[in-house]
């Protein structure tokens, strides 16, 4: 069972917010959207829960194009947006059944399931509470409760765990984990890239709508090369600092390519061993080119390696 995204196409006035957008999600895979704000991201879970229209494109489930049949697509589809949008004067039951009735669930049907998702998410004790009574992290899990009542087959985050303690956020992770095991597909946008780390096995880095870098996650952080290396000389370097550490790159063994931040220069290596190996040679070479470094730092590639390194660096 695969979901398929082609060409997916929104403007406003002269303006392409999302620009031929396109994936291929499997069964139990999560595939992590990554952009700036403002990259497209939000208008396109908005278009895939049709909350929006697109201008252009198709949305897929087993070859069949959901645009346009909104009844299924919700069927098929479970949303946690990343605002709350939770009655505050309900309990957890009669939230669980408002959302069994804009499913066109019969609740008798579903009494149930929405017991049993309650408690997967550790509310059964407060099922009776006011939702204006509950933590941050308790109205995170009841909203995700009420997105897998309807036994979607693909659960769409939005920023799921935003705003949540490790171990609030630990839990999400985990029922989402379950989710993916059952065979259920997974679309995350995300700033967090620990959670993109420990959910995701696919990547989008989007910017201006446009795909900036699209693959398995492992695949995209080889791509990158061995180990990922950040010089930082001062606080903030001067363009004049930035430049005599790049020139000094292009005669390194192994080197990749650089981006410049505002307190440090960050480059790639391949083929140059082990870490400390590795870490030997940037010393040994700057020192040889009469450079001191206060701060030198070598690591396996990381998904924030390649969200940056796609971006052109830069801040959120």
Not at 30 to 57: E, H, P, V, W
Not at 231 to 252: F, G, H, P, V, Y
């Amino acid at each position: 069972m695969s979901w398929k995204v082609e060409q997916l196409i929104k403007r406003y006035e002269d303006r392409c917010v999302v620009d031929q957008l396109h994936f291929d999600l499997e069964q139990g895979q999560c595939l992590a959207l990554l952009g700036r704000n403002g990259a497209g991201k939000s208008t396109t879970i908005r278009m895939l829960t049709s909350l929006l229209q697109s201008d252009q494109g198709a949305f897929l489930y087993e070859g069949v194009n959901l645009f346009g049949q909104t009844k299924r697509l919700r069927q098929l589809v479970g949303y946690v947006s990343q605002e709350l949008a939770l009655d505050k004067t309900l309990t957890a039951v009669e939230f669980m059944k408002f959302h069994a009735g804009l499913y066109h669930l019969r609740w008798r049907e579903v009494r149930e399931r929405a017991a049993q998702l309650l408690d997967a998410v550790s509310l059964s004790a407060v099922i009776n509470d006011r939702i204006q009574t509950y933590s941050g992290g308790m109205k995170r899990r009841l909203d995700l409760a009420a997105a897998l009542l309807n036994q979607p087959k693909l659960l769409i985050l939005d920023e799921p765990t935003s705003g949540l303690d490790v171990e609030g956020r630990e839990q999400i992770w985990s029922l989402v984990r379950e989710f993916k095991a059952g065979g259920g597909s997974v679309l995350l946008a995300s700033h967090d890239f620990s959670e993109v780390a420990a959910l995701a096995d696919l990547v989008l880095v989007m910017d201006d709508g446009k795909t900036l870098k699209l693959g398995p996650l492992e695949q995209l952080k080889a791509g990158l090369g061995d180990f990922v290396a950040q010089i930082r000389a001062e606080e903030i370097m001067q363009d004049a600092r930035k430049t005599e550490i790049n020139a000094a790159l292009t005669t390194l063994d192994g080197f990749g390519e650089s981006l410049n931040m505002e307190d440090s220069v960050q480059f790639t290596l391949r083929g140059t061993g082990e870490l400390d190996q590795a870490q030997h040679l940037i010393s040994d070479h700057f020192s040889k080119k009469g450079i001191s470094l206060n701060s030198l730092r070598v690591q396996k590639p990381t998904v924030e390696d390649v969200y940056r390194f796609a971006v052109g660096g830069g801040r959120d």
